[in-house]
Each structure stands twice: as structure tokens, then as C-alpha cells.
């Protein structure tokens, strides 16, 4: 069949902008590093090194023991940095008497491989299921935490598998939104993938959910969470913290953040069937 070129190749420079679109997708989504990843010798407790096979390369984490009873955050980290870095809101964590699993994806600390889309998911199902089939943790103990990009994992096993509880920590509603709040004059968000959409995976929640953000959020704005709230069926909490950033809740204002996650995490695990 003839086809005119004009149409031939508008339809070909249309592929490669939604390539060189997804590329830059990719790139502007992972920023991994594979700084030191060794906990400070005055860290109490000492985590236990975990490393998982995901089938295409090993993944690293810590799991932090405070009480082998005790209600389980799997906390699933964004886009930059590793698990050293979350070490100090741990420390809060675990002052709470929770235990604490955390990773590194693909491609960041000391766990192999390249970060990509598909691998971010695998590896947070990776995680959830070597907590609940080698660790023995029962998924009524396990409260997801999904920090920044961490959320989209989050709800997708807040989904489709058994956990007690859900907190988004200052999550987007989808990569487009954010393709439109990065380029407001430009139609960028058009070539955008519709694979990370959290706006839509929360409005199929069953089990409850925590929103947590900082009110000077200048990484994601505060309005994504606003809106993941208003969507998000009930029981549902959000909490805003006036002056604080993106990973700075917990600085800025301690006392409501963890007593909103000891809060939280208290009422999830003391339902009936948990």
C-alpha cells in the first residue's frame, strides 16, 4: 500500500520523539549512586545484611530488630541517594519500637544492575516476599512506607498482596503530572508513559493509607498529595508539615511525624484479622 512521505515520516519522527521522550524519562526518574553504604559503628541496633536474588542480579538491604513481635516498616526509598541515607529517620523509626526493612534498588548502593522501571517494582515485590517467605514475617505485621518515588511500588503490592497498612511520603499522582509541573510551557507530558500513575492505583486501595508531606516541597509539590488524599478511599489520613521539604519532615517537626506513624501504624496492626 503507498503511503506519502510527509505521512511516512511524520509518523517516524513521532517514534523517535516517543523514544528520546522515555530515555529522558528514564534518566530524569534514577539517579543512582553507589556511595558507602557502611553503617556508622555508633548505630544501635546493627542491621542484619540481607541480600536478595532477583533473577537478574542481587539486591541489598538491612532489616533493624527491635522486637521479633513487633510491626514491620517496609520502607521503600526514592530516586536519589541509598539506605545510608535514611539511616537518620530510622533512628526514629526504631525508637518507636518498629523493625525496619530497607534496599537498595538496582543499580544504587551495593545492589547490581541498572536501574529501570520494571526493576524498581520487581524489586520492591522481591523485598515484600523475602520478608514474608524466608523472614517468616506475617503480612499483617508489615506497614508499606513508600517514600517520594517509593510510592509507586508501594501501592501496587498495597494492591495486590496482603499488608497491614500504607504511608506515602511525599509521592507524585503520576509521571505526567509531573512532565507538566516540570515543563508548564511545553506539551511534554504528551510522550510521557502512563506506567507510573499512582492517582490511579490509590483510588483502588482496600486497606488504609497515611499521606504525609512537607508544606515547602519543592521536589514534588505539596498539592500531588493533597490530591492523592481527596481520591484515596476511606480510612484515609493526611498529614501537612508546615515548613518542612521533601525528606525533611521528620526534622522540622518530630513530634508530628512519628506520632502520626505511631498513630497510624497502632491502629492498622490492632484491626481485627491482624
Known amino acids: ?15 523517535l520523539l516517543i523514544v528520546l521522550g522515555r530515555r529522558h524519562e528514564t534518566l530524569s526518574i534514577f539517579k543512582p549512586s553507589r556511595s558507602d553504604v557502611r553503617v556508622p559503628d555508633e548505630f544501635t541496633p546493627k542491621p542484619d545484611d540481607i541480600l ?5 542480579g542481587v539486591i541489598h538491604g538491612w532489616f533493624f530488630e527491635t522486637n521479633r513481635e513487633a510491626p514491620t516498616l517496609l520502607y521503600i526509598h526514592g530516586n536519589a541517594d541509598t539506605i545510608v541515607q535514611r539511616l537518620p529517620v530510622i533512628k526514629g523509626y526504631i525508637s518507636l519500637g518498629l523493625n525496619v526493612f530497607i534496599y537498595d534498588p538496582h543499580g544504587y548502593g551495593k545492589s547490581e544492575g541498572t536501574p529501570t522501571k520494571s526493576n524498581f517494582l520487581a524489586d520492591a515485590f522481591a523485598a515484600y516476599f523475602h520478608m514474608t517467605s524466608m523472614m517468616r514475617i506475617h503480612p499483617g505485621k508489615i506497614i508499606l512506607l513508600g517514600q517520594s518515588l517509593g510510592g509507586v511500588p508501594s501501592l501496587r503490592i498495597a494492591n495486590s498482596e496482603p499488608v497491614a497498612g500504607l504511608i506515602l511520603e511525599g509521592t507524585f499522582t503520576s509521571i505526567r503530572q509531573m512532565a507538566r509541573d516540570r515543563y508548564p510551557l511545553l506539551p511534554v507530558w504528551l510522550l510521557a508513559s ?4 499512582n492517582a490511579r492505583e490509590i483510588q483502588r486501595l482496600k486497606i ?18 493533597q490530591r492523592l488524599f481527596d481520591i484515596a478511599p476511606k480510612p484515609s489520613e493526611y498529614i501537612r508539615i508546615e515548613g518542612a521539604g521533601h525528606t525533611t519532615m521528620f526534622e522540622i517537626a518530630p513530634d508530628i511525624y512519628y506520632g502520626a506513624i505511631a498513630r497510624f501504624v497502632q491502629s492498622v496492626t490492632s484491626r481485627p484479622n491482624h
Open 1 to 15: 500500500m503507498w503511503i506519502p512521505l510527509t505521512l511516512l515520516g511524520t509518523g517516524l519522527l513521532l517514534t
Open 194 to 197: 502512563s506506567d507510573f500513575d
Open 52 to 56: 536478595i536474588d532477583t533473577g537478574d
Open 208 to 225: 488504609p493509607v497515611l499521606i504525609i508531606n512537607g508544606s515547602e516541597d519543592l521536589t514534588i509539590a505539596p498539592y500531588h498529595s
